[in-house]
């Protein structure tokens, strides 16, 4: 197996490649290695010599001797300059000790550090403490992974750039920071915008700070989790909150949530907020009614009840025309539903009863309001509408040329048809008919 290792250049590295010391790094082992070796060998030159000159009992001890060094120094420098197998990495895979009992240095190899890292995010405890010191190599380990602080040096966890991209990588790394940092709004709004929750790392002053928390509350709600009891029980705080950020509500004193006031004054601000409130008031008509008239989507999260509620829908409607899609079915048979749905959004027309879809009025409302409606008109008026097809699809395109798309075969090869469309937008030519696309007359007003 081959283990890729990035570089900071973003180049492969092998494992082979990696797991050799630099030109000008000189492995202990090797040294070792080689002084055994040498020994050895001078121990059998000692040995013979005395040998030839008669003395026997020396000799003998000197080529034990001899041989333990030799074959100790032998290992130890095949060892030193012998890659390390890629198994090295697979077992630090399931084990980030591996990485402890690798050679000093590999330990103190970059690359081949991150690449442990990268397998196991625990082998960096593991690496040389000369490599923690490194801000470079720290702010590459953090990128990578921003839970990678916890092992830098601790002179590092207060530098800014480096914290900075821990969190923006994982906000969970301010746990980790320097408890100076975690004063630090920059930092800290950094790390909230990634996590919410990673707010309860952060100086506990913070959390009672109303500016602070409001702006936390807009780069992620959850962080209101955190919020000091005191402002999560603030009725003027929610609402702010709530203002920048409908899912703060979700955080907010349960109590908060039952409050008809309380809730008028949310809905008000953000309708969509009325998805936070407690059963009962999404059955209250006066809410709702706030609700959708801030926001017709937010009928979506009113009571089964006030969705059959013909005053409620409509002022839904009249807000956001897709907010039909909410309504009950026999509200979208409502012509007088529909018709208040499809002018303030022609795209409704997708969600109204199939008889209202090849209603004139109705298709007529929603193409003049969007041709893209054109697409959502009911088939039997399509192939038998006539005059009031050709109306439709005439007021369509003129109001998007691109609703030629979705005319009928016959009418793209319409003359009249064709010329409004591409007087909307010239990109229509692409959907009339072969006959006009080869006419003179065609391509020259498609390429004005």
Do not use: W
């Not at 040294?31 to 070796?37: A, D, E, N, P, R």
């Not at 809410?287 to 005053?311: I, M």
């Amino acid at each position: 197996m081959k283990v890729s290792l990035l570089s900071k250049e973003n180049q492969t590295l092998n494992v082979q490649e990696v797991a050799k010391p630099s030109k000008n790094e000189v492995s202990p082992k090797l040294i070792v290695g080689i002084t055994f070796l040498v020994v050895g060998v001078l121990a059998a030159l000692v040995g013979f010599i005395l040998l030839t000159v008669g003395i026997a009992i020396i000799p003998v001890i000197l080529c034990i001797l001899s041989s333990a060094f030799a074959i100790t120094g032998i290992g130890l420098t095949v060892a030193a300059i012998s890659p390390i197998p890629a198994f090295l990495l697979d077992e630090m895979f399931y084990d980030p000790k591996a990485f402890k009992y690798a050679p000093e240095y590999l330990r103190r190899n970059k690359d081949f550090a991150l690449a442990a890292f990268h397998i196991n995010n625990k082998a960096l405890k593991y690496a040389d403490s000369d490599l923690k010191k490194d801000k470079q190599f720290i702010l590459d380990a953090v990128t990578q992974n921003g839970l990678a602080l916890q092992y830098a040096d601790p002179d590092l966890k207060k530098d800014t750039d480096v914290v900075l991209d821990a969190v923006r990588e994982n906000g969970y790394a301010l746990q980790y920071a320097d408890p100076d940092l975690k004063k630090d709004t920059d930092v800290v709004l950094a790390a909230v915008r990634q996590k919410g929750y990673a707010l309860q790392y952060a100086d506990p002053n913070l959390k009672k700070d109303k500016e602070f928390m409001l702006a936390a509350v807009t780069q992620n709600a959850s962080a209101l989790y955190c919020a000091d009891d005191n402002l999560i029980n603030n009725k003027e705080f929610i609402l702010d909150a709530v203002r920048l950020n409908r899912y703060a509500l979700q955080y907010a004193d349960p109590n908060l949530k039952k409050d008809k006031e309380f809730m008028l004054a949310a809905v008000t601000q953000n309708g969509l907020a009325l998805e936070f409130a407690s059963r009962d008031l999404k059955n209250n008509k006066d809410v709702v009614l706030a609700a959708v008239t801030q926001n017709g989507l937010a009928l979506q999260y009113a009571d089964p009840h006030l969705k059959k509620d013909k005053d409620v829908v409509l002022a839904a409607v009249r807000q956001n025309g897709l907010a039909l899609q909410y309504a009950d079915p026999h509200l979208k048979k409502d012509k007088d539903v529909v018709l208040a749905a499809v002018r303030q959004n022609g795209g409704a027309l997708y969600y109204a009863h199939p008889d209202l879809q090849k209603d004139k009025d109705v298709v007529l409302a929603a193409v003049t309001q969007n041709g893209g409606a054109l697409a959502h008109v009911g088939y039997s008026f399509r192939t038998s509408g006539g005059d009031d097809y050709l109306a439709a699809v005439y007021l369509a395109v003129r109001q998007n040329g691109l609703a030629l798309q979705f005319a009928s075969r016959d009418l793209k090869n319409n003359e009249d048809i064709v010329k409004a469309a591409l007087d909307s937008n010239k990109n229509a030519f692409q959907f009339a008919s072969p006959r006009i696309q080869n006419l003179p007359e065609f391509i020259k007003l498609a390429q004005v």
